[in-house]
């Protein structure tokens, strides 16, 4: 099935990165690797029961992540996982994707907030790929809908991040899957 998104995947590369050796490292990992499409806002027009994929690829030119969208229809999704799963998978697993990934988790155990993740970290918890660099930052995700005591953790986040010297970035998921920056 993979295949078939193949021409679309190559098309829907920035005009800077359509390259030879880009576009063979990027089928190589997108077919071998099977990265995975994160669902996004559409940014050209969809049919109906379609929608669009983002992918981003452990590949960089320059500071620049190797990124791409296509359009497809909900026969071509395999599956599905939410950020608050990626959570807690990237958790579990050991050594996690990012040094500051189990004390957040602790603090928002302890604020009693529903944490996800997302960006380059969660991608790496479900790849297992290399998509954190020693400066990466962490892309922490708040259920607005489960409660617990927000305000608490993100000044805990901040002093967490200040002490620590790790960038964190925490939004806030509300209503209809929107995010609002903390």
Do not use: W
């Not at 880009?22 to 997108?30: G, N, S, Y």
């Not at 077919?31 to 992918?55: A, K, W």
């Not at 957040?104 to 604020?111: F, M, P, R, V, W």
Request: hydrophobic share 40%; charged share 25%.
């Amino acid at each position: 099935m993979r295949d078939a998104l193949v021409p679309a995947l190559l098309e829907g590369l920035p005009y800077t990165m359509h390259d030879e050796a880009i576009e063979k490292a990027v089928l190589k990992t997108f077919l071998e690797d099977r990265i995975p499409g994160i669902v996004c806002h559409p940014t050209r027009p969809c049919g109906e029961g379609q929608g669009q994929l983002g992918f981003g690829f452990p590949l960089r030119i320059g500071e620049e992540r190797v990124r791409s969208s296509l359009i497809v229809d909900a026969d071509q999704v395999s599956g599905f996982i939410t950020h608050y799963e990626v959570m807690d998978r990237a958790v579990a697993v050991t050594p996690p994707s990012h040094p500051g990934l189990e004390p957040i988790a602790k603090l928002g155990e302890s604020c009693g907030v529903r944490l996800g993740l997302i960006g380059s970290a969660a991608l790496a918890a479900v790849t297992g790929l290399a998509y954190v660099r020693p400066e990466s930052d962490l892309d922490i995700l708040v259920d607005a809908e489960h409660g617990g005591d927000v305000k608490a953790f993100y000044k805990r986040v901040t002093s967490f991040s200040e002490e620590r010297g790790i960038s964190i970035d925490v939004e806030m998921e509300v209503e209809n899957s929107l995010g609002v920056k903390l």
